[in-house]
């Protein structure tokens, strides 16, 4: 927890110190900005916060997601004891278990609250793997719980809102100045620029964000590992390398899933999951610590 905290408020530094580098550099007046940086924050970060508050819900609601509160059957009743286990394990609370229907073998996890979080398995996955593969990606989700992953990911989408608001409105204000030759207040050209450096500044953005999102799969595979054994982590993934193909989770959700999509060049750049053959060999050579999933490191 204190490690997020810490990374937030220096990303937040680093953030605040580079707008104030770029303004000085423009020639602009950081105290004419101050309202601005105000409405930048609310709305980057009330967005991504507001998304993570809804996330289950939102979940439930886009993949159809049965929660299992009475177990119908021995497979349900597994999935509630191997969570149930590995939630202990990991010393977060029991998430809720959910089942979907989709075709492809995927899982994911979500939740504002690492104590009251939701574990969703496709039938897909239910058909294709064994159990003990199953077990294995049921770990990984549980990790990326375990890690405080949604809270982390809201924070950094927070940032870099409020740095695509700001800077994209300073950069606007100045190349529309200097174009209009000084004209006092912002021109209809104004607008349009800043729509086009909301969309660049936007997509790099995505990239920081996405290579937040790869990095941290490879811990959630590590986590996978402590709970479950690296042996059944390993099977798991090369099952998934077996039949991958393009995830049909939700955008709000399809970051936690166990299985993304395919990309190379600029579009790997915006993935969310890096290959599977690089996770695989990753973990290989991981030598994962139980101790590590307890204190939400691996994850």
């Known amino acids: 927890m204190f490690k997020r905290v810490g990374l937030f408020l220096l990303t937040n530094l680093a953030v605040l110190a580079l707008v104030s580098v770029v303004m000085s550099i423009l020639g602009v007046n950081p105290q004419q900005f101050g309202g601005l940086l105000i409405f930048a924050a609310l709305f980057g970060f009330g ?31 597994w999935l509630l004891s191997t969570v149930q286990r590995q939630a202990q394990a990991a010393g977060i609370g029991m998430p809720e278990v959910a089942i979907y229907d989709a075709p492809e073998i995927n899982a994911f996890a979500t939740g504002a609250n690492r104590n009251k979080a939701l574990v969703a398995v496709s039938t897909g996955l239910l058909r294709a793997m064994d159990r003990d593969e199953a077990e294995a990606v049921l770990g990984h989700e549980v990790s990326h719980v375990a890690n405080g992953d949604m809270v982390t990911m809201a924070l950094l989408q ?39 450096l909301d969309m660049v500044f936007g ?25 479950a054994g690296k042996p059944k982590m390993i099977a798991a993934l090369e099952r998934l390398a077996q039949t991958y193909g393009e995830s049909t989770l939700p955008k709000q959700v399809a970051a936690f899933g166990i299985s993304g999509g395919v990309g190379t060049g600029l579009k790997r750049l915006l993935m969310s999951h890096p290959p599977l053959e690089e996770r695989i060999a990753a973990l290989r050579n991981a030598t994962p610590d139980m101790h590590d999933v307890r204190q939400g490191v691996v994850a």
């Open 203 to 227: 997509l790099f953005a995505s990239m920081i964000a996405m290579w937040f999102s790869r990095h941290r799969e490879f811990r959630a595979d590590a986590g996978g590992a402590a709970l």
């Open 47 to 77: 967005g991504a916060f507001f998304s993570l508050l809804i996330s289950k819900w939102m979940a439930k609601r886009a993949t159809g997601a049965h929660v299992i509160e009475t177990p119908r059957n021995e497979a349900e009743q």
């Open 158 to 196: 927070g940032v870099l809102n409020t740095f695509v608001i700001v800077l994209a409105r300073v950069v606007g204000r100045v190349i529309d100045g200097y174009l209009s030759g000084g004209r006092d207040g912002p021109g209809l050209g104004y607008y349009a620029i800043v729509f086009v």
